[in-house]
């Protein structure tokens, strides 16, 4: 009976926390919630530098199979270079003379194969930046197959940067590298001669939020 006496008189009791106990715990919950907020704040920092890291690695990837790949089993390619005689000898783009003229259009590389078909890598330019596109000719130079675009922001087509982004390489057995400028608007059939390319391609623009480095790819020609 004095127990329960006891009892009604607890739940009876107005009386409620006491300044201190209020404080203590208002302090445990700051803390509590600024250590959870450091943490979301960490882990969304790790995730944006994981995928700006991805997508450096997917395009300097992407590029370099490309390039490649196409290289490979070329019979033969072509340095356009920035005449327009390029264009009139059936050279794999999507350019026409008024935008090859106006420099909207740099066609820096052409790749040719013993089927006559054609893959052909340009500069498009637009709103102050360019644009490394891949474009495809199955009957040769008329680009009517499928195209893609292989990294952007990059400089405008008419920038000096690209008039040495494409080399001429051979490689020596047990020497180094070798690298010179090719011959301009001129097919390079021979495989000993030509073996090879080296393309350059430079960072892109400042003040992007993805930045990638300027990435130099060696593609030779399967002479064997």
């Known amino acids: ?32 919630a600024l250590g959870c907020t450091q943490l979301a704040l960490a882990s969304f920092t790790s995730a944006n530098y994981t995928q700006s890291i991805a997508v450096k690695s997917l395009n300097s990837g992407n590029a370099n199979r490309l ?38 259009v740099n066609p820096l590389v052409v790749i040719q194969y013993s089927s006559g078909s054609e893959i052909g890598y340009e500069i498009r330019s637009d709103n102050g930046s360019g644009s490394l596109w891949r474009v495809s000719c199955p009957t040769g130079g008329s680009a009517s197959g499928p195209e893609s675009m292989i990294r952007n922001l990059l400089p405008t087509g008419d920038s000096p940067v690209w008039d040495s982004s494409v080399t001429c390489a051979s490689f020596p ?52």
């Open 173 to 224: 057995i047990g020497g180094t590298l070798q690298t010179a400028n090719c011959s301009t608007d001129t097919w390079l059939t021979s495989s000993s001669v030509n073996p090879g390319i080296v393309f350059t391609i430079p960072s892109t623009l400042p003040g992007k939020s993805v930045s990638v480095v300027a990435q130099s790819i060696v593609a030779a020609r399967n002479s064997g």
């Open 1 to 32: 009976m004095k127990h329960k006496k006891n009892l009604r008189q607890m739940l009876k009791s107005d009386q409620g926390l006491s300044l201190a106990e209020v404080l203590v715990a208002v302090g445990l919950t700051g803390l509590l």
């Open 67 to 104: 390039v490649t790949t196409d290289m490979e089993n070329a019979s033969g390619f072509l340095i356009p270079g920035k005449s327009a005689q390029s264009l009139s000898s059936g050279v794999c783009t999507s350019a026409d003379s008024s935008s090859f003229a106006s420099g909207a």
